[in-house]
C-alpha cells in the first residue's frame, strides 16, 4: 500500500526592482543625510512623511519640501507577542504609530528603550539613528524610537490621528 | 431600472483549521454543489460563474480562477475573478448581483473561499516594502493600535472585546459549520488566553480556517419558481479609500459610513437599529463589533460598546449580530465575507438552524478588507424590496 500524495510543499520567489519615484527618492536621500523629508499639500496644508509626492486626499501634487523633526507623540500602538518570519525584533516589541513634529500624517516605527508595559498613547519620543558611517537611503537609518523624557502630550493634539 | 434579484441557493463547506481531504477545487466544488442542491439546479442552469479570494501570495496559487474553472463548471461560460483583500466575498456576491440586476445574465454561481492551510497569511501581510522595516506583524498588528485608539476615544470599559469573543464563539456552538466549537468557552478562559497584539488577546482573534461558501443568485422570475423562497436584494454597496492620507479615521473610516449611508438610501431605510432585523458582520477581532455599530450608524460615534455590554447584540437582543459565530469562529479570508452575506441571507430564508432568528425579515450581510479601506455590505429580504 503506496501512501497517497496528500500535499507538498512548492516554495515561490519574487524579485523585482523598485522605482521609488521622484518624491520618495528625495526622502530616502534626505534619511541618507540624517534629514527626515516631508512634502506639504498646497490644498490641505498637510505634511506628508515620508512624501509620497501627493495628497490622496485632495488628489493634487505635493511639491514643497520641508523638514520634519526627528521628535514625535506616539499615537497609538500595540505590544507584539506573536513572530512573525519577516520581523526581526526580540518579541515582545512595541509597534508604535509615531506623529512627527511638523508632520500630518503618522508612521509606524518601532519604540524600544523601556519596557513595552511603560508604553502609553501620547508619549513623546525621538528616533535612534544608524550611526553617520552606515546612513543610508532606507528607513532602516532609523533604528528606532525611544523615549525622550518630555512630558506626555494631551490627547486634543494627536486624537485624530489615532 | 434595474431586474429584482434574488438569492435562490445557498452552500458553504464545513469550516475548519484543515481541510485535508479535499484540494482547492475540491472545497469550492464542495460548496457549490450544496448551492446548486439547495437551488434545484444542476450545472446546465448555470449562465455565469463568479469567484472570489484574498490575495494570491497566500496560497501561492496565482491566477486560481484559472485552475478552478473545470470545478467551477465554468468551461463555455464566463468566468470572472473580483479581489478587494478581506472583503473580497461580499464584493464578489455584489458583482455576481449585479450581473443579474444589469439583466446580462439568469442565473449565476458566486464563490468565494480561502485554503488557510496551504498558506501563511501572516506572512503574506507582514510586509517588507523596499528601503523599510517590516514592523506591522499581520493583520492583528495593523488593527491593534486601532482598537486601542477606539478604546481610548470611546471610553470603553475593558472587557467590552472579551464579551463580544464570548457570545460570537457561544452563536458558533449552534451552527454546526463553524470552525471553532469551545463547549467550554467563557470570561475568564478569553481573559486568561495569551495578548498576541496588546491589546488584542488570541481568544479575541479570528482563527485560520479552510472553507468556501456559494451562493445562486437568479432573475425575479425564476427565483420565484425556487423550492425554498429567496432572498430577495433589496440594495447593495461598496465604497474604498486610500490606506493612508493626512487625517484620515482610520477607526471609522468614512468609505464604510458612505457605504451604510448609501445603502440605507437604496433600501428605504431610516432608523437602521430600527428597520433591521440582524445583522451579520465581519469582525475578525472582537472590538470591531462596537467599532462597525457606530461605522454602520447602529450606534451614536464613541456607544457602540454599549450595545454589546447590554445585550443588543446577543441573540436575544434587538439587533442580533453574528449569529453564525461570525470571523471570530471561522475565518477562511476570501470566503468570510461571502459567509456574512450568505448567512443574512439564509436568516431571511429561515434556512439558519438553531441560530435562526424568529421572524427574520430584514438582514444586512457586511465585510471589510485591506486597512479598513474596503467596504461591501448588501440588505436582503423575505418580501421583494
Ligand atoms: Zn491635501
Redesign the interface.
Known sequence: MVEPVKSIVTPIRLEYDYTPGRATSRFLRGIAQHRILGQECPSCLKVYVPARGSCPRCAVPTEREVDVQDSGTVVTFSIVRVPSENIHFELPYACASILLDGAGIPFFHVLQGLAPEEVRMGMRVKARWVPTEKLGPTIASIECFVPSGEPDAALETYGEHT | MAELCGIVGIGQTKLAAKR?DVSMPGLVREAADRALLDAGLGWADIDAVVVGKAPD?FE?CMLPELYLADSLGAPGKPLLRVHTAGSVGGSTAIVAASLIQAGIHDRVLTVAYEKQS?S?A??GL???A?????????A??FF???V??YI??SGAPADVGIRVAVKDRLNALKNPYAHLHLKDISHEMVEQS???????RLLEACPSSDGACAMVLAREDLAQRAPTPPAWIHATAMRSE?T????????NPEAGKMAARDLYAKAGITNPRREIDCAEIYVPFSWFEPMWMENLGFAEEGAGWRMTLEGATALDGDLPVNMSGGVLSSNPIGASGMLRFAEAAMQVRKQAGEHQIEGARRALGHAYGGGSQYFSMWIVGSEKP
Open positions: 485535508v501570495t501561492g496551504e501563511n501572516m506572512w507582514t510586509i517588507s523596499p528601503f523599510g522595516v517590516a514592523v506591522v506583524a499581520g492583528g498588528g491593534a493600535p486601532l486601542r485608539g481610548r476615544r495569551p495578548m498576541l497584539w496588546d491589546p488584542i486610500p493612508m492620507f493626512a487625517g484620515r479615521d482610520a477607526i
